[in-house]
């Protein structure tokens, strides 16, 4: 999937996915198997959601505000700025890209999650997906936001949900890597 072109109608049905999969695929395990780490250096299948619910509820409350709150950066206003780093943010944090990042501490998930985790964050996609029905594709692409992380990051509300669902499905991964690790059968 080329994320850095996904239209509106494209990002909805890429929640409405992205929330499916992960009742289906982490939803029936429980609070034990979700919080259990394959070493000390990665992340548990509930630390991944966690930081995903973390960091969406973030990016999504900076694209609801740009589009209600007409005020501009410098960075919002610069030429091509934001074009740029939307292209550039999509395709680092995509399931494909390479290399190792540093969550931002806003999102950093916390050591031990309830075992809710997955419902909240099916519930949080559901609600975005319900939300992007009333989003003008024009409007989308044509309000430039803040990131959330980075005040001088900045990229169309549309990059942004782009970003989004191609940042869930690189830690959707990293959260199935969890499921394939030779320790995991002997959990019972």
Same mark, same amino acid.
């Given at each position: =999937?080329?994320?850095?072109? *996904?239209?509106?109608?494209?990002? $909805? ?16 395990? +429980?609070?034990? $198997?979700?919080?259990?780490?394959? +070493? ?12 995903? *619910? ?12 740009? *589009?209600?709150?007409?005020? $501009? ?14 292209? =550039? =943010? ?29 419902? $909240?964050?099916? +519930?949080?996609?559901? +609600? ?6 009333? *989003? %003008? ?30 940042? %869930? ?9 969890? =499921? ?9």
């Amino acid at each position: =999937m080329i994320y850095t072109n *996904l239209s509106v109608t494209e990002v $909805r049905a890429a929640l409405h996915d992205i929330a499916q999969d992960a009742r289906s695929t982490f939803g029936s395990l +429980d609070e034990r $198997r979700l919080n259990w780490r394959p +070493d000390v250096s990665r992340w548990s299948i509930a630390q991944c959601f966690d930081h995903l *619910l973390r960091g969406n509820g973030l990016l999504l409350g900076a694209a609801k505000t740009a *589009l209600t709150n007409p005020a $501009r950066t410098v960075w919002q206003r610069l030429p091509l700025w934001p074009t740029v780093f939307g292209w =550039m =943010m999509i395709r680092s944090q995509g399931p494909g890209s390479i290399g190792k990042f540093t969550a931002p501490v806003r999102a950093r998930p916390t050591s031990h999650i309830p075992g809710d985790i997955i419902q $909240r964050f099916v +519930d949080q996609h559901r +609600d975005a997906e319900e939300w992007t029905r009333e *989003l %003008d594709e024009r409007t989308a692409s044509g309000t430039i936001m803040v990131s959330p992380f980075v005040r001088v990051v900045t990229y169309s509300v549309l990059d942004g949900l782009r970003l989004l669902v191609a940042h %869930d499905r690189r830690h959707f991964e990293q959260a199935r890597r969890a =499921m394939m690790s030779p320790q995991w059968g002997a959990l019972g």
